[in-house]
């Protein structure tokens, strides 16, 4: 397979030449032959891909470009380089997306209020799709978890990670992974931004703004128990407290 790539390839540094300008960077040369590869032979996530002399081989460029240029895809989790592996692609995924808000939030502090609405307008929005399509075990696994979360909250434990769970498990039914992907996202830059002090929801958050943060979760849950769309909503949105930023 990987001798297939590399005869299919040799003529991409050709192929990226603009008529009147210089060839493109190395950097999109060895993103345009990972791509390249990936649809060429199909290839699925955790399959493996050229190694990084066989890339520089085929495109003629140095060595060093090229692990430049796979350190950066990495970083944005297009593909994942395993020790004595090699080069792997990665399962789509939106983890990169946590970085870039939180570093805007520290640029621009109103981005943070922007975003949060955005969070709480698609939260909602989804609603009505989750009342429609929640079945019994997708009901019982939201009440495991708060049952959960009310046993994290009497020890006086963090229940940052049963509250992302509560969610995403929430709107599973939908079947829509990247809307859910994006309410993960959202919800995983939010509470990044409020350990690290960048935002304030919850002051102080001790074991009874947990209980009472926990007895909004269940009253959101009933309503869509009883298939009451409205209220589920309006739940929804009260849910969404009052976010303070710090001068």
């Not at 430049?68 to 080069?87: Q, Y």
């Not at 006086?156 to 509560?166: A, T, W």
């Not at 009933?222 to 009052?242: C, G, P, Y």
């Amino acid at each position: 397979m990987i001798k297939k790539m590399q005869d299919t390839m040799q003529t991409r540094p050709n192929q990226l030449m603009k008529e009147g300008s210089e060839k493109v960077n190395n950097s999109t040369l060895v993103r345009e032959y990972i791509r390249d590869c990936i649809l060429k032979d199909n290839l699925k996530p955790g399959d493996k891909l050229p190694s990084e002399g066989q890339i520089a081989d085929a495109l003629g460029i140095a060595r060093n470009s090229v692990r430049e240029a796979t350190r950066a895809l990495e970083s944005i989790g297009v593909l994942e380089i395993k020790h004595g592996v090699g080069l792997v692609v990665r399962s789509f995924n939106l983890d990169a997306i946590v970085d870039i808000f939180s570093y805007g939030f520290v640029l621009d502090k109103s981005l943070i209020y922007d975003l949060y609405d955005i969070r709480k307008q698609l939260e909602c929005s989804l609603l009505p799709k989750v009342v429609e399509n929640i079945n019994e075990i997708t009901i019982r696994e939201c009440d495991l978890i708060l049952a959960e979360w009310e046993y994290a909250a009497h020890k006086g434990s963090p229940v940052h990670d049963i509250d992302r769970k509560f969610h995403d498990t929430l709107y599973k039914p939908i079947g829509n992974d990247l809307l859910i992907g994006l309410c993960s996202i959202f919800w995983t830059a939010f509470k990044q931004a409020e350990i690290k002090g960048l935002i304030i929801r919850y002051t102080p958050f001790d074991m009874q703004e947990s209980l009472s943060v926990l007895a909004d979760h269940r009253a959101v849950l009933e309503a869509i128990k009883q298939k009451d769309v409205s209220s589920a909503t309006n739940l929804m949105q009260k849910h969404f407290r009052k976010l303070e930023v710090p001068a």
